[in-house]
């Protein structure tokens, strides 16, 4: 039983277009992220949410918005989507020093 | 601004062998937690090993353990009697204390395993 599971797994999808991530968690974890992996490798978080609410986020561009409709989940939703935008997106939760990650969502402009 | 730091890009290490990847981390606070990741091409984020900053012992998971110097701000992993399996990008984390989960990650060291 997947603790952080994210859904598509691989996305491929053209420039300008709207696209969406989604991400359960089934540890009752009170806080979800979003990090980004980008082609370096580089890994940075993006957004987290404690309960519902938003209390980090890191200069991300405004096409960028995550919703949380309730502290199990937090989905990524990105318009217009740009070249740069391709990346390994990772949802995680945490609770304390633990911090879980779900298996990515690999997304792939054109 | 915390920042971690990386400065091996890329380790080879012989099968059996051992190999130490180093990490270096800034901070002005005196609680706080360090990581090592590993990262195979599934692209899946495994937990290897937690330091707890305010534990002068260093942790050790198996294989796997760190030299945590506190003083000089170094966190390095460890990893003896290399497997096959042990070859994966590897990232050091740092986190800060409370409840935050904002892990602050290097620019990761890609470990080779030769058999």
């Known amino acids: 039983d997947t603790a952080v599971s994210q859904t598509p797994k691989y996305l491929v999808t053209q420039m300008g277009n709207d696209k969406s991530i989604k991400c359960e968690q089934n540890?009752?974890?009170?806080?979800m992220y979003w990090y980004k992996q980008d082609s370096k490798k580089f890994l940075k978080i993006m957004f987290s949410?404690?309960?519902?609410?938003?209390?980090i986020n890191e200069t991300v561009p405004n096409r960028f918005s995550p919703k949380s409709p309730d502290k199990a989940h937090l989905n990524l939703h990105i318009n217009s989507l740009e070249l740069g935008d391709s990346a390994v997106y990772f949802c995680?939760?945490?609770?304390?020093?633990?911090?879980?990650f779900g298996e990515g969502s690999w997304l792939t402009v054109v | 601004a915390q920042t971690v730091t990386q400065s091996q890009p890329e380790m080879s290490v012989q099968e059996a062998e051992t190999v130490t990847l180093s990490c270096t981390y800034d901070t002005s606070e005196s609680d706080y937690y360090l990581f090592w990741y590993k990262q195979p091409p599934s692209r899946q984020m495994i937990l290897v090993i937690r330091q707890e900053a305010y534990k002068q012992q260093n942790a050790t998971e198996n294989r796997f353990s760190v030299n945590f110097q506190k003083a000089a701000k170094s966190f390095s992993l460890k990893i003896s009697d290399s497997q096959l399996g042990d070859a994966a990008m590897y990232f050091c984390a740092y986190l800060p204390f409370g409840n935050t989960g904002k892990l602050i990650f290097g620019q990761g060291t890609t470990l080779q395993v030769k058999p």
């Open positions: 540890l009752g974890h009170d806080t």
């Open positions: 995680a939760s945490s609770q304390r020093d633990r911090v879980y």
């Open positions: 949410y404690n309960n519902k609410e938003l209390i």
